[in-house]
Protein backbone atom coordinates (compact mmCIF):
# COMPACT_ATOMS: atom_id res chain seq x y z
CA UNK A 1 0.00 0.00 0.00
CA UNK A 2 2.87 2.41 0.31
CA UNK A 3 4.50 1.95 -2.75
CA UNK A 4 0.63 2.15 -4.12
CA UNK A 5 0.60 5.85 -2.45
CA UNK A 6 4.14 6.82 -3.44
CA UNK A 7 3.64 6.07 -6.95
CA UNK A 8 0.18 7.38 -7.18
CA UNK A 9 1.53 10.96 -5.49
CA UNK A 10 4.59 10.86 -8.20
CA UNK A 11 2.14 10.04 -10.93
CA UNK A 12 -0.01 13.29 -9.88
CA UNK A 13 3.10 15.42 -9.38
CA UNK A 14 4.33 14.59 -12.87
CA UNK A 15 0.89 14.82 -14.20
CA UNK A 16 0.31 18.23 -13.23
CA UNK A 17 3.31 19.75 -14.86
CA UNK A 18 2.98 18.27 -17.61
CA UNK A 19 -0.22 19.79 -17.48
CA UNK A 20 1.64 23.22 -17.14
CA UNK A 21 4.00 22.65 -20.09
CA UNK A 22 0.65 22.31 -22.29
CA UNK A 23 -0.77 25.28 -21.22
CA UNK A 24 2.40 27.44 -21.74
CA UNK A 25 2.47 25.81 -24.55
CA UNK A 26 -0.68 26.62 -25.84
CA UNK A 27 -0.72 29.99 -24.57
CA UNK A 28 2.34 31.29 -26.67
CA UNK A 29 0.96 29.58 -29.56
CA UNK A 30 -2.22 31.65 -29.06
CA UNK A 31 -0.02 34.52 -28.46
CA UNK A 32 2.60 33.69 -31.77
CA UNK A 33 0.29 32.14 -33.80
CA UNK A 34 -3.17 33.40 -33.59
CA UNK A 35 -4.35 30.06 -32.97
CA UNK A 36 -7.35 29.71 -30.74
CA UNK A 37 -6.79 27.80 -27.14
CA UNK A 38 -8.95 25.39 -27.57
CA UNK A 39 -7.27 24.13 -30.91
CA UNK A 40 -3.96 24.52 -29.36
CA UNK A 41 -2.05 22.36 -27.14
CA UNK A 42 -3.03 23.29 -24.02
CA UNK A 43 -6.84 21.36 -25.47
CA UNK A 44 -4.82 18.21 -23.94
CA UNK A 45 -4.05 19.72 -20.92
CA UNK A 46 -7.29 18.98 -19.08
CA UNK A 47 -7.77 15.12 -19.40
CA UNK A 48 -3.92 15.54 -17.88
CA UNK A 49 -5.28 17.51 -14.62
CA UNK A 50 -8.06 14.95 -14.56
CA UNK A 51 -5.44 12.00 -14.39
CA UNK A 52 -3.10 13.98 -11.55
CA UNK A 53 -7.05 14.44 -9.60
CA UNK A 54 -7.30 11.04 -10.24
CA UNK A 55 -3.63 9.58 -8.89
CA UNK A 56 -3.73 12.06 -5.82
CA UNK A 57 -7.44 10.26 -5.12
CA UNK A 58 -5.60 7.26 -4.98
CA UNK A 59 -2.88 7.78 -3.14
CA UNK A 60 -4.39 9.91 -0.68
CA UNK A 61 -6.89 6.34 0.18
CA UNK A 62 -3.84 4.80 0.32
CA UNK A 63 -2.52 6.61 2.89
CA UNK A 64 -5.65 6.32 4.60
CA UNK A 65 -5.60 2.70 4.55
CA UNK A 66 -2.26 2.10 5.96
CA UNK A 67 -2.02 4.65 8.70
CA UNK A 68 -6.26 3.56 9.43
CA UNK A 69 -7.09 6.97 9.46
CA UNK A 70 -7.85 10.17 7.42
CA UNK A 71 -5.18 11.72 5.65
CA UNK A 72 -5.60 15.24 7.40
CA UNK A 73 -2.84 15.02 10.31
CA UNK A 74 0.39 16.14 9.18
CA UNK A 75 1.49 19.00 6.74
CA UNK A 76 2.50 16.24 4.04
CA UNK A 77 -1.35 15.25 4.37
CA UNK A 78 -2.71 18.40 4.63
CA UNK A 79 -0.62 19.93 1.62
CA UNK A 80 -1.35 17.04 -0.54
CA UNK A 81 -5.07 17.19 0.58
CA UNK A 82 -5.51 21.54 -0.03
CA UNK A 83 -3.48 20.77 -3.36
CA UNK A 84 -6.63 17.94 -3.89
CA UNK A 85 -9.12 20.41 -3.75
CA UNK A 86 -7.66 22.98 -6.09
CA UNK A 87 -7.53 20.23 -8.38
CA UNK A 88 -11.10 19.28 -8.02
CA UNK A 89 -11.93 23.31 -7.91
CA UNK A 90 -10.14 23.65 -11.45
CA UNK A 91 -12.15 21.15 -12.38
CA UNK A 92 -15.45 21.95 -11.20
CA UNK A 93 -14.70 25.74 -12.59
CA UNK A 94 -13.95 24.81 -16.25
CA UNK A 95 -17.30 22.86 -16.62
CA UNK A 96 -19.23 25.97 -15.30
CA UNK A 97 -16.91 28.36 -17.34
CA UNK A 98 -14.80 26.72 -19.72
CA UNK A 99 -11.75 28.79 -19.16
CA UNK A 100 -8.35 27.31 -20.03
CA UNK A 101 -6.73 30.25 -18.13
CA UNK A 102 -8.33 29.84 -14.91
CA UNK A 103 -7.50 26.08 -14.89
CA UNK A 104 -3.62 26.80 -15.43
CA UNK A 105 -3.05 29.65 -12.72
CA UNK A 106 -5.28 27.21 -10.51
CA UNK A 107 -2.76 24.18 -11.46
CA UNK A 108 -0.21 26.53 -10.72
CA UNK A 109 -0.63 26.69 -7.23
CA UNK A 110 -1.65 23.27 -7.03
CA UNK A 111 1.66 22.00 -8.72
CA UNK A 112 3.55 24.34 -5.55
CA UNK A 113 1.79 22.87 -2.98
CA UNK A 114 2.75 19.10 -4.20
CA UNK A 115 6.08 20.22 -4.73
CA UNK A 116 6.01 21.81 -0.82
CA UNK A 117 4.17 18.17 -0.03
CA UNK A 118 6.74 16.42 -1.73
CA UNK A 119 9.84 17.71 0.27
CA UNK A 120 7.85 17.35 3.61
CA UNK A 121 8.34 14.22 6.34
CA UNK A 122 5.81 11.43 4.73
CA UNK A 123 6.68 8.69 7.17
CA UNK A 124 3.41 6.97 8.76
CA UNK A 125 3.40 8.11 12.85
CA UNK A 126 0.95 7.06 15.13
CA UNK A 127 -1.86 9.58 15.30
CA UNK A 128 -1.74 12.69 17.95
CA UNK A 129 -4.28 11.68 21.04
CA UNK A 130 -5.64 15.36 20.66
CA UNK A 131 -6.00 14.37 16.80
CA UNK A 132 -8.07 11.00 18.01
CA UNK A 133 -12.17 12.88 16.83
CA UNK A 134 -13.67 10.34 14.98
CA UNK A 135 -16.02 12.64 13.40
CA UNK A 136 -14.68 15.95 14.26
CA UNK A 137 -10.97 15.58 12.16
CA UNK A 138 -12.75 14.73 8.65
CA UNK A 139 -15.21 17.58 8.91
CA UNK A 140 -13.62 20.17 10.26
CA UNK A 141 -10.18 19.62 7.72
CA UNK A 142 -12.72 18.49 4.70
CA UNK A 143 -14.03 22.28 5.32
CA UNK A 144 -10.88 23.71 5.38
CA UNK A 145 -9.57 21.81 2.13
CA UNK A 146 -12.72 22.59 0.69
CA UNK A 147 -12.70 26.71 1.24
CA UNK A 148 -8.80 26.59 0.40
CA UNK A 149 -9.26 25.17 -2.72
CA UNK A 150 -12.06 27.40 -3.70
CA UNK A 151 -10.08 30.80 -2.37
CA UNK A 152 -7.35 29.35 -4.67
CA UNK A 153 -9.72 30.10 -7.43
CA UNK A 154 -11.17 33.01 -6.35
CA UNK A 155 -7.64 34.34 -6.36
CA UNK A 156 -6.25 33.26 -9.77
CA UNK A 157 -9.05 35.13 -11.59
CA UNK A 158 -8.13 38.18 -9.16
CA UNK A 159 -4.97 38.18 -10.26
CA UNK A 160 -5.68 37.51 -13.73
CA UNK A 161 -8.52 40.75 -13.44
CA UNK A 162 -5.78 42.61 -12.38
CA UNK A 163 -3.70 41.92 -15.43
CA UNK A 164 -6.09 42.21 -17.67
CA UNK A 165 -6.93 45.57 -16.73
CA UNK A 166 -2.95 46.45 -17.86
CA UNK A 167 -2.10 43.57 -20.42
CA UNK A 168 -5.37 42.40 -22.43
CA UNK A 169 -4.73 39.97 -24.29
CA UNK A 170 -7.37 37.16 -26.08
CA UNK A 171 -6.86 34.42 -24.22
CA UNK A 172 -7.87 35.68 -20.65
CA UNK A 173 -11.37 35.97 -19.86
CA UNK A 174 -13.41 39.37 -19.75
CA UNK A 175 -13.76 41.35 -16.99
CA UNK A 176 -17.46 40.35 -16.09
CA UNK A 177 -16.36 36.14 -16.38
CA UNK A 178 -13.38 36.52 -13.76
CA UNK A 179 -15.12 38.78 -11.61
CA UNK A 180 -18.06 36.08 -11.42
CA UNK A 181 -15.87 33.17 -11.25
CA UNK A 182 -14.18 35.43 -7.98
CA UNK A 183 -17.40 35.60 -6.51
CA UNK A 184 -18.74 31.93 -7.33
CA UNK A 185 -15.75 30.79 -5.77
CA UNK A 186 -15.81 32.88 -2.55
CA UNK A 187 -19.57 33.00 -1.79
CA UNK A 188 -19.01 28.95 -1.73
CA UNK A 189 -16.13 28.57 0.52
CA UNK A 190 -17.50 31.15 2.87
CA UNK A 191 -19.78 28.77 3.68
CA UNK A 192 -17.42 26.43 4.13
CA UNK A 193 -14.63 28.28 6.36
CA UNK A 194 -17.38 29.38 8.40
CA UNK A 195 -18.39 25.49 8.73
CA UNK A 196 -14.41 25.57 9.97
CA UNK A 197 -14.77 28.35 12.28
CA UNK A 198 -17.72 26.70 13.86
CA UNK A 199 -16.56 22.94 14.34
CA UNK A 200 -12.90 24.14 15.25
CA UNK A 201 -14.36 25.78 17.94
CA UNK A 202 -16.67 22.60 19.43
CA UNK A 203 -12.94 20.43 18.84
CA UNK A 204 -11.15 23.39 20.57
CA UNK A 205 -13.93 22.92 24.02
CA UNK A 206 -13.35 19.23 24.34
CA UNK A 207 -9.58 19.25 23.99
CA UNK A 208 -8.48 22.71 25.31
CA UNK A 209 -11.90 23.26 27.51
CA UNK A 210 -12.72 26.78 25.83
CA UNK A 211 -14.15 27.62 22.95
CA UNK A 212 -11.93 30.00 22.05
CA UNK A 213 -8.21 30.49 23.13
CA UNK A 214 -7.33 33.05 20.60
CA UNK A 215 -4.62 30.77 19.82
CA UNK A 216 -2.53 32.52 16.69
CA UNK A 217 -3.85 29.50 13.89
CA UNK A 218 -7.23 30.42 15.31
CA UNK A 219 -6.53 34.23 15.30
CA UNK A 220 -5.13 33.40 11.47
CA UNK A 221 -8.26 31.83 10.49
CA UNK A 222 -11.08 35.00 12.16
CA UNK A 223 -8.89 37.32 10.39
CA UNK A 224 -9.60 35.18 6.83
CA UNK A 225 -12.92 35.04 7.93
CA UNK A 226 -13.20 38.58 8.61
CA UNK A 227 -11.29 39.46 4.94
CA UNK A 228 -13.73 37.47 3.09
CA UNK A 229 -16.93 38.83 4.78
CA UNK A 230 -15.44 42.29 4.00
CA UNK A 231 -15.57 41.21 0.23
CA UNK A 232 -18.56 39.67 0.29
CA UNK A 233 -20.03 43.11 2.18
CA UNK A 234 -18.54 45.21 -0.40
CA UNK A 235 -19.89 43.34 -3.29
CA UNK A 236 -23.53 43.36 -1.53
CA UNK A 237 -24.09 46.95 -0.29
CA UNK A 238 -21.74 48.64 -2.07
CA UNK A 239 -21.76 47.37 -5.23
CA UNK A 240 -18.08 46.72 -5.85
CA UNK A 241 -17.07 44.80 -9.36
CA UNK A 242 -13.85 46.14 -10.28
CA UNK A 243 -10.08 45.88 -9.27
CA UNK A 244 -10.78 46.84 -5.27
CA UNK A 245 -12.91 43.52 -5.17
CA UNK A 246 -10.13 41.68 -7.17
CA UNK A 247 -7.71 43.39 -4.07
CA UNK A 248 -9.67 41.85 -1.17
CA UNK A 249 -9.21 38.15 -2.83
CA UNK A 250 -5.70 38.57 -3.08
CA UNK A 251 -5.31 39.73 0.55
CA UNK A 252 -7.65 36.91 1.48
CA UNK A 253 -5.56 34.57 -0.20
CA UNK A 254 -2.70 35.56 1.33
CA UNK A 255 -4.64 35.38 4.76
CA UNK A 256 -4.85 31.57 4.25
CA UNK A 257 -1.71 31.11 3.37
CA UNK A 258 -0.60 32.67 6.69
CA UNK A 259 -3.19 30.15 8.02
CA UNK A 260 -2.36 27.44 6.38
CA UNK A 261 1.59 27.72 7.03
CA UNK A 262 1.22 29.49 10.41
CA UNK A 263 2.83 25.99 12.25
CA UNK A 264 5.99 27.12 11.24
CA UNK A 265 6.40 30.51 12.69
CA UNK A 266 3.24 31.33 14.95
CA UNK A 267 3.46 28.38 17.05
CA UNK A 268 0.51 27.75 19.38
CA UNK A 269 -1.21 25.13 20.26
CA UNK A 270 -1.84 23.91 16.79
CA UNK A 271 1.89 23.36 16.28
CA UNK A 272 1.01 19.90 15.85
CA UNK A 273 -1.01 19.88 12.68
Not at 179 to 197: C, H, M, P, Q
Not at 215 to 243: C, H, M, N, Q, V
Request: glycine share 6%; proline share 4%.
Amino acid sequence: MLQLETIAFITSLVALQLALVLYIWGFISNVLNKLPVDKSAARFALPVLALALLSLTISLIARAISTGHVPFTDMYEFSASFSWGILLAILLCWWRFRSDVISAAGALVAFALLVFAFNQPSQHTPLAPILNQPWLLPAHVSCAIIAYGLFALGFASAVLFLVRQRYPAAFIPGPEMLDRIGYESVLTGFFFLTAVLILGSIWANIAWGSYWSWDPKETAALATWLIYAGYLFTRFALKWRDSRSAWFLVMGFLAVLVTFFGNFFLGGLHAYA
